[in-house]
T-cell receptor, first 114, second 113 residues
Framework: AQSVTQLDSQVPVFEEAPVELRCNYSSSVSVYLFWYVQYPNQGLQLLLKYLSGSTLVKGINGFEAEFNKSQTSFHLRKPSVHISDTAEYFC????????????FGKGTHLIIQP | DSGVTQTPKHLITATGQRVTLRCSPR?????VYWYQQSLDQGLQFLIQYYNGEERAKGNILERFSAQQFPDLHSELNLSSLELGDSALYFC????????????FGQGTRLTVV
């Protein structure tokens, strides 16, 4: 069974500052890793994914994440945030070839302060 | 727009009632997943269908059931509703089970009063 821990429930940051949202996972097998964003009253949108290969993954809206197998982490970063980045961010894991869908973390609310 | 359509967007109903949520997957996707999002439980996987067959079950209550029809749309049936069933219910679709990406609909917000 897999699990995902998002260490911060809320992260306040000033506009144009860098941000890192932390995600750690637990799994006995290899995994696929995802970050999704949920804007208010919206569904989930995929930001980026790690399947294999390069551990640095670039996504939409200037976000990137780095897969660290030894630390079982997949932290999300953005060098300069904008007010429009205010949203809930979810880290998720799935098992390659598995059928059980995605296992999500509890989410991190990113709050951008002007 | 993800291409996944969920209806209705909002639903208010009384305890003890039964409701049906509908999901149309993206064109070409054979796999449908249902998730429940609540404040206390977060996002939880309920059930998955692939090409009409149930493929995996997560934390789905016995009062809940789902099916996928030949045209690949799916319905989630929730019965004997309780206040605690109030949540956002998402449908997602992917090309195949275990595929590398799932596309989510906008969700159905269910309020049980």
């Amino acid at each position: 069974a897999q699990s995902v821990t998002q260490l911060d429930s809320q992260v306040p940051v000033f506009e144009e500052a860098p941000v890192e949202l932390r995600c750690n996972y637990s799994s006995s097998v290899s995994v696929y890793l995802f970050w999704y964003v949920q804007y208010p009253n919206q569904g989930l949108q995929l930001l980026l994914k790690y399947l294999s290969g390069s551990t640095l993954v670039k996504g939409i809206n200037g976000f990137e994440a780095e897969f660290n197998k030894s630390q079982t982490s997949f932290h999300l970063r953005k060098p300069s945030v904008h007010i429009s980045d205010t949203a809930e961010y979810f880290c998720a894991v799935s098992e390659p070839g598995g059928a059980d869908g995605l296992t999500f973390g509890k989410g991190t609310h990113l709050i951008i302060q002007p | 727009d993800s291409g996944v359509t969920q209806t209705p967007k909002h639903l208010i109903t009384a305890t003890g009632q039964r409701v049906t949520l509908r999901c149309s997957p993206r064109s070409g996707d054979l796999s449908v997943y249902w998730y429940q999002q609540s404040l206390d439980q977060g996002l939880q996987f309920l059930i998955q269908y692939y090409n009409g067959e149930e493929r995996a079950k997560g934390n789905i209550l016995e009062r809940f059931s789902a099916q996928q029809f030949p045209d690949l749309h799916s319905e989630l049936n929730l019965s004997s509703l309780e206040l605690g069933d109030s949540a956002l219910y998402f449908c997602a679709s992917s090309v195949a089970p275990g595929y590398t990406e799932a596309f989510f609909g906008q969700g159905t917000r269910l309020t049980v009063v």
